[in-house]
């Protein structure tokens, strides 16, 4: 990954291939943000006036290059837009940055180094810059020839690596503060852009037992407990909703624990996340043209498996538990149909009306087993329904809870860290349209609301007393679109850095 370097170094003095400055957007034209004093002087005061004449304005996302100034050891200079001016006290909000260093990053991959000049008014735009720029650099090269060519520079070259270097100017790095702003941002970045390469990889690489595999390497890297049930242990422990889910592949399912503790937690928090590593629909095949991106089904497990690591690498003091539900949904002879019961986990038993509705098939079992250890607090996350995204587009997840405070905690904690999130209710007069003649409930209820159906369905495997939250990632997940400010086309790693947050709300006693 790019490497991040703390610096107090002038911008003329030092060497780079680029200098990072931002601009905001004024009332009479582009204004020059603070952190490139020195880049202005050295254009005579006139840097906003030459932005301006090459077209810019200060728009977010808006990236304008010109040669550098006489003088610096820097060719080129990089003006980022930030958007609206500053606030009042002359900062920028962390989010702004965030997307700033961001799209920098992008805009400068094939570099070596880029030295970024941006606002640094506290310790949070620090790690803001960081995150953001460690972030907007990611790539996905894996199956690309300069990706397993990358030992040939020439090949490399041409593939445009990823921005190598980020020197952050102006962060101190004998400051305490500084450094763990930095190290946090590294430690949320890296287990961010790994959950990407999970979501990104293609499903004959990344079935269910390969994703178990690379969470039991990380556990042994990061010193967190892993345990894998697979086909056999989930038979045994009557594990009825990931084992009907994975019947019709030739790939078996596995439910995986990963816990991480700390000697002097006083919260637990439990993450549950549906891995549902291809999803075709199952006997309900989905309709051509809904199928070329189910290779993401699997975010939300992406996503607590990331969080879980970036908990252990940060030592934060509260005990995490993550459930990764993995099964693979294919159509075969030995499919589970519409129609079929299953008998969960829990005891209760589920007709199966519509086999693309999966995901909280997987999701109940391990929502039945994460309640067994009666956490603080379960939060599960998954790519689940279609509705959601027609409900709140394709940036924004959804927030459902059974407490009120808990996802005003939720929505709170995904705000503070960058990421769109609504509350959404769970209104109890749709629970009626998933009562079932033949089982307990049926896994489909009405159609509009579908959303709150699906999480109304969720609520039911919830542990008595427990308090809970879904997280529904299904718009923001995966990027169709073209890459902006940090988000890069393809997986996104949506809500590692909420239940991060949640994480370090626990260990501060904060929870809601």
């Keep these: 990954m790019t490497a991040l370097t703390l ?38 005061g006139r840097l906003a006036g030459l932005l301006e004449t090459l077209g810019a304005s200060g728009a977010e996302g808006e990236v304008t ?67 953001g720029a460690l972030l907007g650099a990611y790539s996905f090269d894996t199956y690309k020839e300069n990706g397993r060519q990358a030992k040939d520079a020439a090949k490399a070259k041409k593939g445009k690596a990823p921005l190598a270097e980020v020197a952050l100017l102006g962060a101190k790095p004998r400051d305490r503060a500084h450094k763990a702003a930095v190290e946090r941002a590294v430690a949320v970045a890296e287990e ?10 293609p499903p004959n690489d990344l079935d269910p037992a390969a994703f178990a595999a690379i969470a039991q390497g990380a556990g042994k890297e990061h010193g ?20 009907g889910v994975g019947a019709g592949s030739a790939a078996t399912p596995r439910l995986v624990q990963l816990t991480y503790t700390h000697a002097k937690a006083t919260k637990h928090l439990a993450f549950v996340g549906k891995g549902i590593t291809y999803d075709s629909g199952g006997i309900s095949l989905k309709p051509a043209g809904h199928n070329e991106t189910m290779k993401c089904d699997m975010s939300g497990a992406a996503a607590v498996f990331a969080a879980v690591v970036a908990a252990a690498r940060l030592g934060l003091e509260v005990n995490v538990t993550g459930w990764l539900a993995l099964a693979e949904n294919m159509p075969s002879g030995t499919a589970t149909r519409p129609g079929d019961v299953l ?39 998954a790519t689940l329904t279609g509705a959601m995204m027609l409900a709140l587009g394709n940036r924004t997840f959804g927030i459902m809870a059974n407490d009120d405070a808990f996802r005003s905690a939720v929505h709170e904690a995904a705000e ?5 999130a609504w509350p959404m209710p769970l209104p109890d007069h749709l629970r009626k349209g998933m009562d079932s003649p033949t089982a307990d409930i049926a896994n489909m209820g009405e159609r509009y609301g579908g959303g709150l159906v699906a999480g109304l369905f969720l609520k039911e495997f919830v542990g008595e007393g427990i308090t809970w939250a879904h997280l529904d990632i299904a ?14 086309k393809g997986g996104t790693g949506s809500a590692v850095r909420t239940l991060v947050r949640l994480a370090e709300r626990a260990a501060a006693g904060d929870l809601g």
């Design 416 to 420: 503070e860290v960058g990421e769109a």
């Design 65 to 131: 290059k010109l040669p550098a100034p006489s003088g610096f050891k820097a060719p080129l200079v990089v003006a980022v837009g930030l958007g609206a001016e500053p606030d009042k006290d002359g900062s920028f909000g962390a989010e702004t940055l965030r997307r700033a260093a961001g799209a920098a990053a992008r805009a400068l991959a094939g570099s070596k180094k880029a030295a970024f000049a941006l606002p640094l008014a506290d310790t949070d735009a620090v790690g803001a810059v960081a995150e």
């Design 192 to 201: 961010l852009n790994r959950a990407r390469d999970l979501i990104n990889t």
């Design 7 to 44: 610096s107090t170094a002038a911008a003329s003095g030092l060497r780079a291939d680029a200098i990072v400055v931002g601009v905001a957007k004024g009332a009479k034209g582009p204004v020059v943000a603070p952190g490139a004093e020195t880049v202005d002087k050295a254009y005579d």
């Design 224 to 243: 967190i407990k892993v345990t894998v049930l697979d086909e056999k242990a989930l038979a045994k422990g009557g594990y009825g909703g990931i084992l």
């Design 343 to 381: 008998r969960m986990y829990s005891g209760k038993t589920v007709e199966v009306l519509n086999t693309d509705a999966e995901g909280r098939l997987v999701l109940a079992d391990a929502l039945a087993k994460a309640s067994e250890d009666a956490p603080d607090a379960i939060v599960d996350v």
């Design 475 to 488: 718009g923001p997940a995966f990027n169709e679109g073209g890459p902006f400010g940090y988000t890069p």
